[in-house]
């Protein structure tokens, strides 16, 4: 199982959409969470999107990023609006997957992608 996902460079104010794509022999995916650690800080939780699309969001995103999921495409989708320099950091997504034939979930990581927000 792997979780695949894009980063990039954008100006303050602007939008960028992160992508967490996941493969693998997948029979089922749970919550899916969205991470982020910026320097000098842990790493923190963004927001989460449980299987029947229900979110969570952490105060300092509340209003700006906006967290979806197409489980055809077993994929999730951390859109950022309004960004903020303070929002530059390498952002994380995990989820709770159940393989074909394991008979039970597992907790997995994607690797870090770097977003870094210009002033």
């Known amino acids: 199982v792997q979780l695949r996902r894009r980063g990039g460079l954008v100006q303050a104010g602007g939008s960028l959409r992160l992508s967490c794509v996941i493969t693998g022999n997948i029979y089922s995916i749970n919550d899916i969470r969205w991470w982020r650690q910026v320097p000098g800080k842990v790493r923190e939780l963004v927001g989460s999107i449980t299987r029947g699309g229900s979110t969570f969001y952490a105060d300092f995103v509340k209003g700006r990023f906006t967290i979806s999921r197409d489980n055809a495409k077993k994929t999730s989708y951390l859109q950022m609006n309004a960004l903020k320099s303070e929002d530059t950091g390498d952002y994380f997504c995990?989820?709770?997957?159940?393989?074909?034939?394991?008979?039970?979930?597992?907790?997995?990581w994607g690797q870090g992608t770097l977003v870094t927000v210009s002033s």
């Open positions: 995990d989820a709770l997957i159940e393989e074909y034939g394991s008979g039970s979930p597992s907790n997995y």
